[in-house]
């Protein structure tokens, strides 16, 4: 068994380093997640030795829980190799989430795929609503051609097919299982290593994906943007090209796709290619990972070009009727510091770390050479940097320095149309009202405001 195993990784690299051009020292940081896989198949091997199976499956139980697996992720894959491959495992709550959306399907015995699918937990969450057997091997070998997985890691793959097992076990537990003499390398065949687009799995009726969150440089082809963009949307885009029509797609994504500018064209093309959509804010991804994840609930067109509606989740401004964007040209401060050449002109100049919270700042003693657009006071400034656990999401400050002021990128800038210090007054004061939280958190979960919701947003008088 050890030799197939080294055999599996040799195959790995080459295909990782062929399909990927991934580094080889990736896959072997990954191997060390094989520790996790020997520890529960010792949970299997001491099961034959004791008499009691049901209270070796309680303790396999316990073992092979989401937050045990993403415990054993962390302790033996460091930190910076989980961000290079995006490697960061549902838990069990977002994990439910995606199974119950799909639960009245699954419950008629449809099919389920994941495409990159690590240790299986939103494979686990989703057995709950599979129909079973009489006994366990009945419902082991039901769920077996029912799941489909893949991930380019074996061990990844083996953890899946075990925890699998052990929850299938769970499902009988009254049959006094022996996990020992289980033949776990027959079952749940239908997770495979491998590259999710060119391993060619046949469609399934559903299918549920927490794809890998990071940046990658936009291929040629790309339609919906340029530079670095999220691999996630990339996936998306992949998936649903695959999909036929009818298939259900519930896939755990990073909040920037639903409210990022630069994503616009992004949804656009979903819209296009799905014939429904419904939309989960879903908070953040898990205590250790600072980053808002919604569900999206989707339905393929299977090649039809559709123009299906992006879905609205922004509460209702009940008779509210005007936007700051009615009484605000709104721009991005404009100097980058670390990249710009100090020259031109000299300016009073504002940033992040001068612009006191909530203060009217009336003599700007920094002053800094540039040659970008400069704004001319009074204006209102708001920290771009916010994150939805912040006491206030939009943090203000005016500026009404009698000169023209240099600011930095990490500010937004917002010109009252009417030139009036008083204007600049009730923004910072509907910026500082309850609602004004409560709608941006809704709107945009991701750490960093864009002009975009701040056009948006409500004006609360
Ligand atoms: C964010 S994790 C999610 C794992 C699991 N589905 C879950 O929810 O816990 C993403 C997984 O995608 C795998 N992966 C990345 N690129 C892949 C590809 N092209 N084909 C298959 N799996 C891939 C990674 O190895 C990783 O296990």
């Not at 295909?15 to 990927?20: E, K, V, Y």
């Not at 069990?92 to 399907?105: D, F, G, N, W, Y």
């Not at 290593?193 to 936009?218: D, E, H, Q, R």
């Not at 953040?284 to 600072?290: C, G, Q, S, V, W």
Request: net charge positive.
């Amino acid at each position: 068994m050890r030799q197939n195993r080294q055999k599996e990784r040799l195959k790995v690299e080459q295909m990782l380093q062929r399909d990927n051009g991934q580094d080889i020292k990736l896959a072997r940081a990954v191997a060390k997640f094989s520790d996790y896989c020997d520890e529960i198949e010792s949970i299997f091997k001491e099961s034959s030795t004791k008499s009691s199976g049901e209270s070796r499956l309680q303790s396999a139980i316990i073992y092979i829980q989401n937050g045990e697996t993403a415990s054993a992720l962390r302790r033996l894959i460091p930190l910076d190799v989980r961000k290079q491959a995006g490697m960061f495992f549902t838990s069990t709550e977002i994990a439910e989430k995606v199974a119950k959306r799909l639960s009245p399907l699954l419950k008629t015995g449809v099919d389920i795929f994941d495409p990159a699918c690590g240790a299986g937990n939103l494979l686990v969450a989703c057995c709950q609503y599979l129909p079973c057997g009489k006994s366990f091997y009945d419902t082991a070998r039901i769920w077996s051609e029912l799941m489909k997985g893949c991930d380019l890691f074996p061990e990844f793959i083996r953890a899946a097919r075990l925890r699998l097992v052990i929850t299938a076990a769970n499902r009988h537990a009254k049959e006094n299982i022996n996990l020992g003499k289980i033949n776990t390398e027959s079952l749940f065949l239908g997770l495979k290593i491998g590259n999710a687009f060119s391993l060619g799995v046949a469609p399934s009726k559903c299918v549920v994906i927490n794809p890998p969150f990071g940046y990658m440089t936009a291929p040629e082809d790309c339609r919906w943007g340029n530079g670095k963009i999220q691999i996630a949307g990339w996936f998306m885009e992949r998936l649903l090209q695959m999909a036929s029509e009818g298939q259900h797609l519930v896939a755990v994504l990073p909040d920037v796709l639903k409210s990022g500018t630069r994503y616009k064209r992004w949804r656009d093309m979903i819209c296009s290619l799905v014939s429904k959509i419904s939309i989960e804010p879903a908070g953040r991804f898990d205590a250790d990972t600072d980053i808002d994840v919604f569900i999206i609930h989707l339905i393929a067109s299977g090649g039809k070009k559709c123009s299906t509606k992006w879905p609205d989740i922004l509460p209702t401004n009940k008779g509210l009727t005007t936007k700051v964007s009615d009484y605000f040209e709104i721009h991005v401060g404009s100097v980058v510091p670390h990249r710009d050449p100090i020259e031109g002109e000299s300016y009073p100049y504002i940033h992040a770390r001068t612009a006191v919270p909530w203060q009217t700042l009336e003599r700007i003693s920094e002053r800094r050479r540039s040659i970008r657009k400069v704004f001319s006071p009074p204006f209102v400034v708001v920290h771009r940097t916010s994150s939805p656990s912040d006491k206030h999401r939009c943090v203000g400050s005016i500026v009404n320095e009698s000169q023209e002021v240099a600011v930095e990128n990490h500010l937004i800038v917002l010109l009252p149309k009417d030139g009036s210090l008083e204007s600049c007054r009730r923004l910072l004061d509907s910026l500082m009202c309850p609602a004004t939280d409560k709608w941006l958190n809704r709107r945009i979960r991701c750490r960093h405001l864009t002009v975009s919701a701040l056009h948006d947003l409500p004006f609360y008088e």
